[in-house]
């Protein structure tokens, strides 16, 4: 321990050192908190991509095609128990409570079991809900690589009577009139919330 005055001079210049290093480490911190999300959204993993998909009328639809208008897009298969029909359910009261500006938004139901789900039984399927609703079918290798656009996880899951099922994931994807990604509406989230995302992507704004 220091006992002479030059001794504690170092010591005491020391601990300033360490107190001002120890201050940068918390400044750098905060900042990184600020700025991590975006910078995992632009620079790590975006979310999107381009693709061209068969609609249930049996026409082809890009990512180019939607350019200029802002849409929803959600992964599943017509064959879902639950999830799927649930989240279809709920997006169609929402384009009713969105009355007109429905119209200014395109909502896309991709099917990850594109063996089954050929556009005409898609089409048969999506009767039951808002014509706003377009299905979209491909090839299994254009479902993988949408998959893969979108970070979506789906697996065939063999059942017990010889059939399968599908686990996926079951976000509602939010992308704005460019193609980039502005949010996510998470399963059965609280119809208030879903309303006002959908909103705030029609005007243009990040849904989050």
Request: aromatic fraction near 8%; hydrophobic fraction near 45%; glycine fraction near 8%.
């Amino acid at each position: 321990m220091p006992t002479t005055e030059a001794e504690i001079r170092p010591a005491r210049r020391l601990g300033s050192i360490i107190a001002l290093a120890c201050l940068a480490l918390v400044l750098l911190g905060i900042a990184a908190m600020l700025v991590w999300p975006r910078a995992v959204q632009t620079a790590v993993s975006p979310v999107g991509g381009p693709f061209t998909l068969t609609t249930q009328a049996g026409e082809k639809l890009s990512d180019t095609d939607l350019r200029g208008k802002p849409f929803a897009i959600f992964f599943g298969f017509t064959r879902c128990p639950e999830v799927c029909p649930t989240t279809l359910w709920e997006t169609t009261q929402a384009l009713k409570s969105l009355g007109p500006d429905a119209d200014k938004l395109r909502v896309l139901f991709v099917s990850v079991d594109p063996t089954r789900d050929t556009p005409e039984f898609m089409a048969r399927y999506l009767q039951s809900f808002d014509s706003h609703i377009t299905g979209l079918t491909g090839t299994e290798a254009e479902i993988a690589a949408i998959g893969k656009a979108y970070h979506v996880y789906y697996e065939k899951v063999p059942t017990g009577d010889g059939d399968y099922t599908m686990n996926h994931t079951a976000l509602i994807f939010l992308m704005d009139a460019n193609g980039q990604f502005a949010g996510t509406i998470a399963y059965e989230e609280a119809m208030d919330a879903r309303l006002a995302k959908l909103r705030k992507l029609i005007a243009g704004k990040e849904a989050s």
